[in-house]
């Protein structure tokens, strides 16, 4: 009974089946993703591939041990499977993911609260990687006036209280510190005002405005006055009127538009320190301050799995070499194919 | 600019010359075929380099100049197959014996990469590393392969279906696309392996993980099983040469919709076909 169980788990037949199953279940994530729906929970995505890796294992596993294989290429290729696997189980167990919002200047220290989200849950202090730096520039560069950007990077200082390394986060590679590698998923800016009533300062401070790219508009409440904000971060004006020249931070202007109980009270374009009043309030943009998401992981499994990979591709082309030795064969011996 | 196009609409102009050439005979033409496919390589080949130079980048950057590398994989693809599938046989009868699939392919590639925005650009960010370089390069490695494959899949249907004579020069024929079929399955499986893991490891730096769920890495992924099974229905089952061709054809009808077809849905993947496109339809 287990043996004929195993000769089944184990046999080409079952390989191919494998195979046709798992290209009907990509054709349907396919026609999901191009009409834009997604299954209901994630686990519908992940739990049926991890149910066929299983199940595919245990047919390379079995095979390997009952088939043999004629050539050595194709057995480190298949083995290759079985690392990948103990890669994917790795990454499933250690694989710490966190995304944080940095202005230029601030300082990350590592806390559970610095992060805008993680996946490590209530495991944190045992998967979050010890880590803190000081995110002291950013720059960003764009082709013309296009939102498309050219250029993206994030200078930071690092390595404990001294500071004293410096490194370069970008948008596809950055430093890796304490296992943990830093990279850049998004950029914005944000502005800096003072908002006061009848003399008193009720709020001063960057705000948390998401008017990246220009043309976005956001809103903040302060002592139930809605602030609507658009910016003009390198403003010009031409013809009367007030324009963008690029992306970049020059010249802001903030277009603003003050809302009291639905009422519009306010409107108007003010540049940076120009104060606008309206009865007993008063509001000062001091600027625009860039900041970055940064994305910090720190995955065990990856090394492995891509141990596993750089073994896939060992083995085929070693197959290669012996598929094309022994067509030289054919070729010296038959004079033809 | 005036170079390029120039060259470009040349190149177009021979692939079309050369279709027209290979819906007769070849055996009797060999050297017009010869000269026809050596210098569309030569001038799109050229056309390529020149585009590179304006841009500061290889052609990776959208459809059409996809299309370019695309086209340009093809013809060479041939060249080099006519060159390798003489195997010890003095008979060279079979020389553009696909010569009419790949130049109508290139043909159709080059005139549907019209159909984009064929402006230089420069490169977004997330384009900007080696990787992606080597990521694109084996892809095209692998697509000349597969393409290959298919011309020889074709020919195998197209044999199986009602062709089947006893001339000794259809069998002949038949040996090579045989052998065309699955040396291009095998070294554009290989290639594509490759294309893969070099494309995971540079996603590991963009998107912090080596699989993304996307619409390309879905396609990606099925054409590879759908290669595998033609590979090892072959292997294990001893499967005929027209049976691992309509295996070939169904994944490379999965392949086109990965390289070509997704550019149309930009919003089901992350990837960058179309910029222009891409930042139309954000």
Redesign the interface.
Known sequence: MLKSIIDKLGS?RF??IL??V??GY??Y??FM??I?TRPPAFWM?WFPPAVWGVLFSVNIVISIFTQGYAYKGNLIFHIAFIIVAVGVVVSSLYRF?GSLVLLEGDVFLGERSSYIRHSAGDDFDRLAPKLSFKLDDISAEF?GW???????EAKIRHSAASLAKEDTI????GPTINGA?L?LSSYGYSPYLHFRKAGMLIRKGITSLQIFPPGAEDKLEINNYKIFVTVYPDAVERDGRIVNNSLSIKDPVFAVRVEWFGEEVFSDSVRVDEEFKYQDISIIFEGLRPYVVI?V?KDPG?KV??LG??A??IG??M??VS?GRSNRKI??N???? | MTTFWTLYYAALILTALLFAVSLSAIGRRRLVYRCFSLSIVIVLGAAIALRWQLSGHPPILGVYEATLVAAWTIILYDILFDRAKGVGSDNRSEEGVFARYSSMAALITLLYGLLFDTDVKPLVISEQSWWVYFHALFSWIAYGFYMLSLFAAIFVILQERGAKTSDSSDSARSLVADWALHRGLLYGFVAQTIFFVLGSYYSTLLHGAWWVWDSVEYLFVMSWFLYAIAIHGRIFFAWKSPRVALWVVAAFVVLLAMYWGLSFIPWATYHIFDPGIKVHVG
């Open positions: 080409k390989s191919m195979l046709k798992a290209v990509l054709i994530l396919t993703w191009i834009s995505v993911e082709w296009r939102m498309y950007f050219t250029g993206l970008l948008l596809n590679g590698r990279t994305d992981i990856e799995i891509f990979f750089i896939a591709v085929l082309l197959r290669l598929s070729k010296n038959a004079g033809e194919l």
